[in-house]
């Protein structure tokens, strides 16, 4: 820019000269040196703000890089950790109903045991997804329904709903990893279970249309009012109600890489989380 400045300056003092001699062409010198170094000046200016700029980038970088290893660290050992009193507490909540049978205080202690379950696999599932293998097998999608129905009946009483599954498949099978199957079925299932009304009944539908294999839970529960969003991370529409907000996170990175279509409808009368699935695909 200065010696753009420069160059115009001395383009007019040539054509000033030309006019006359008499006028002190010097003048018009001093005006382009004195621009050629406040442009220097306010060049090297720049320059310190953009490098002191690219300095407090770079060392913000650097926290948020270390403050998500720690965090990592920190939710990886908590997993680790909850695990063992996890298994202790299901394992003697089986054995004190064989010794002593059911009774009300124990589910309730058993309902909130299988939520805090829930819970840990899908933390354990998003901190060893990137590290482990999920082979698949052929599973036969209605029996697995049922024994996820049979872990969450006593969680379903507590909240006063029930289920009602309807199979309108012939012992359809689908080729999938059962983790991440798992994964898929508890997170609709808890979600169903938490915002279903009292007394309502929560369906579980499938059907086969073509080659997939369709998979729908519904139930008169609270209005979605924002579906598109519903499965973005740490997104809760209702924010009194406990809960994280990354289990649909997870559902959906699932659906994405395994190829599942998801369809959300939701009215004040009944909302379906819809899913589509790849039947006897190897």
Same mark, same amino acid.
């Given at each position: 820019?200065?010696?753009v400045f420069i160059a115009i300056l001395g383009c007019i003092s040539f054509?000033?000269? #030309? &006019? ?22 306010? #060049?090297?200016?720049? =320059? /310190?703000?953009?490098?002191?700029? +690219?300095?407090?980038?770079?060392? &913000?970088? +650097?926290?948020?890089?270390? /403050? ?24 003697? %909540?089986?054995?004190? +109903? /064989?010794?002593?049978? =059911?009774?009300? @205080?124990?589910?309730? $202690? ?31 999608? *209605?029996?697995? %329904?049922?024994? =996820?129905?049979?872990?969450?009946? !006593? ?6 709903? *029930? ?16 983790? =991440?199957?798992q994964r898929i079925i508890d997170n609709n299932i808890t979600n169903a ?9 929560? @369906?579980l539908l499938l059907k086969c249309i073509k080659n997939k294999v369709i ?14 969003? !519903? ?11 406990? *809960?994280? *907000? /990354?289990? #649909?996170?997870?559902?959906?990175? $699932? ?6 279509? !998801? ?7 009944? @909302? @379906?989380?819809?899913?589509?699935? $790849?039947?006897?695909?190897?």
């Open positions: 820019m200065a010696f054509f000033k000269h #030309l &006019e006359t001699v008499d006028e002190n062409l010097t003048v018009y010198l001093l005006y382009g040196v004195f621009i050629f170094f406040f442009n220097l000046f306010y #060049l090297k200016a720049i =320059r /310190l703000s953009r490098e002191d700029y +690219e300095n407090k980038l770079k060392k &913000e970088k +650097e926290y948020s890089e270390r /403050l998500l290893k720690s965090q990592k660290r920190f939710l990886r050992y908590t997993v680790h950790e909850t695990n063992t009193p996890l298994a202790v507490i299901m394992a003697n %909540i089986e054995l004190y +109903e /064989l010794e002593q049978g =059911r009774n009300a @205080t124990l589910q309730n $202690i058993e309902a909130a045991t299988k939520n805090i379950a829930s819970m840990y696999d899908d933390l354990s599932y998003l901190i060893q997804k990137e590290k482990l293998e999920y082979p698949k097998r052929m599973i036969e999608f *209605g029996t697995f %329904i049922q024994s =996820r129905i049979d872990f969450f009946d !006593i969680v379903a009483k507590q909240s006063d709903v *029930g289920f009602k599954i309807v199979d309108k498949t012939d012992n359809a099978t689908i080729y999938f990893n059962e983790t =991440r199957l279970i938490k915002y279903t009304y009292v007394g309502e009944v929560i @369906t998979f729908e839970i519904s139930s008169h529960s609270t209005h979605i009012e924002d579906t598109e969003h !519903i499965f973005d991370a740490y997104y809760r529409e209702d924010y009194e109600e406990d *809960g994280l *907000g /990354l289990g #649909l996170d997870l559902v959906q990175n $699932i659906c994405q890489k395994e190829n599942v279509k !998801i369809i959300v409808t939701s009215t004040d009368k009944c @909302t @379906t989380f819809s899913y589509a699935f $790849i039947k006897d695909k190897k």
